[in-house]
């Protein structure tokens, strides 16, 4: 028997901006279509703001292939996502970064930031953490009814951000503005244009250099203070760009995914029953399983490419040198050949291969610091309301690469 | 059995930590993961398993 081949639309900005509630926003039938029948795709593109065209990789598997094998696929030949320009891209006119770089280069940044972002170092960011998600939940007790994305979502990451780095408190308005800016550069109720983007970007980027200025007069137990300190010496580690490059990497990689997962994660909620009753049996501890849970169905990011770097076959498909291989990390989180019923929000998964924060030597810097983030704000809002009702519908921005919540209203009781 | 780690690949990525707490540290200083027990008992093998397929660099080995 064959079925009727849905419309492939997975790189549309309005394939996510009109999303199906009921689906995680997700186009799933297309992402089924992929996976089973044609595993290695190929899209072409036509528009000047976009790579010409891309191989796409959908199932669970081959994208931890593709991920792990820097070798073949590599993160250092020009491009991130499907855009032609990226801030990190040093091949296209931007500042290089750990994520557009590989190899001995990519490990020694690695290594000097990973020291911050270590399980035991996150850990001591708890305190501040706790105090966060106070100030938030108290907040969103007096309004009742609120956009969950801006009133819960948006504050923590930020703060979490500006505490990592290292950023002032005088400075963080103005920094997150910026952060902000550059999540949603295609969506024209967040940025107007494109060159407002760049702005935003660029303006980071002389402040990123302004901090290490700072930093550099004064030291602090910060990320910033790390890579000012990795560029100083007879034999810096890191260049001035690279130093810019990685503060805008982190910048774009931190605040804007978490607030991306929490407000996915809350949505869920609300429509599913079964996983409410199940966060307020567990809401004084919540275990790791249901945060990744949210990580898997909110996939943040849809994907990220990398660059074949020789001819070689693919399911039957001739990939050359050169060739753009996107990873559809949407798609591999709802494989069944890689999760048991991967269309259901199990709070309590125990097996649960997502691939939203990549699996590779360029898996997310802040992984634990997002789920520790989010363990925390979930705990202090459940424990401190009696219930949480959808206010409205939900609704996306319009971005094919950040899946981000435009609007989630909800009104919440006090316990 | 036993355990080691290539020293060479890791970039602490500190999956391996979560995994299997008993077995990995990243202490504050530390460059590379610490392995807290080189030869643990047979309990420790499904977490240790789970850490081996979660090292983003495969950069930990089982042996026995």
């Not at chain 1, 409410?276 to 990011?301: G, K």
Request: hydrophobic share 40%; proline share 6%.
């Amino acid at each position: 028997m064959t079925t009727t081949a849905p419309e492939l639309r997975i790189f549309d900005y309005d394939t996510y901006a009109q999303g199906d509630p009921t689906t995680f926003g997700l186009p799933l039938e297309q992402y089924r279509h992929l996976r089973d029948e044609e595993p290695c795709f190929l899209q072409e593109f036509d528009d000047p703001m976009l790579i010409d065209r891309a191989w796409v990789v959908s199932r669970n598997e081959d994208i931890w292939e593709v991920d792990r094998n820097t070798e073949l696929y590599a993160a250092d030949r020009g491009y991130v996502n499907i855009w032609q320009v990226v801030p990190i891209d040093p091949k296209n006119g931007g500042l290089p970064a750990m994520l557009t770089t590989d190899g001995p280069r990519h490990r020694e940044q690695r290594q000097v930031l990973a020291k911050a972002f270590t399980p035991g170092m996150v850990r001591k960011l708890e305190g501040k953490f706790r105090k966060y998600a106070k100030d938030v939940v108290d907040d969103a007790l007096e309004k009742g009814t609120f956009n969950f994305v801006h009133t819960i979502a948006h504050n923590m990451p930020m703060e979490a951000l500006g505490d990592v780095l290292g950023v002032p408190q005088e400075d963080r308005a103005k920094f997150f503005g910026w952060v902000d800016k550059f999540a949603a550069p295609f969506d024209t109720r967040i940025t107007a244009s494109f060159d407002e983007v760049m702005e935003a970007i660029g303006n980071l980027m002389v402040y990123s250099e302004e901090l290490a200025e700072l930093k550099r007069a004064n030291p602090a137990d910060d990320v910033m203070s790390r890579l000012v300190a990795s560029g100083e010496g007879g034999n810096p580690l890191m260049s001035a760009d690279e130093i810019v490059g990685n503060v805008a990497l982190l910048a774009s990689g931190a605040a804007e995914s978490t607030r991306t997962a929490m407000s996915h994660g809350m949505h869920e909620l609300m429509r599913n029953e079964k996983a409410m009753a199940w966060m307020r049996t567990h809401q004084d501890n919540l275990p790791p399983t249901v945060i990744q849970e949210m990580v898997r169905i909110a996939s943040p990011f849809t994907h990220l490419v990398r660059t074949a770097t020789r001819d070689h076959e693919l399911h039957g498909k001739q990939i050359k040198e050169g060739d753009i291989v996107a990873m559809l990390f949407a798609a591999g989180n709802f494989d069944e050949r890689a999760f048991d019923r991967p269309d259901e929000f199990q709070p309590d998964r125990i097996e649960n291969p997502h691939v939203s924060f990549g699996r590779g030597a360029h898996k997310c810097l802040g992984q634990h610091v997002a789920a520790l983030e989010m363990k925390i704000l979930f705990e202090e809002l459940f424990q401190r309301t009696s219930s949480i009702e959808p206010a409205g519908p939900i609704s996306y921005v319009r971005d094919a690469y950040s899946r981000g919540v435009y609007e989630l209203p909800v009104t919440i009781t006090p316990a | 059995m036993k355990i080691t780690v290539d020293t060479d690949l890791c970039e602490v990525h500190g999956d391996c930590v979560v995994a299997a707490p008993d077995i990995f540290d990243i202490g504050e200083d530390d460059d590379v993961v610490q392995i807290l027990n080189a030869e643990p008992g047979e309990e420790y093998r499904k977490a240790i398993v789970q850490a081996v397929k979660m090292c983003p660099v495969a950069a930990i080995r089982i042996e026995g």
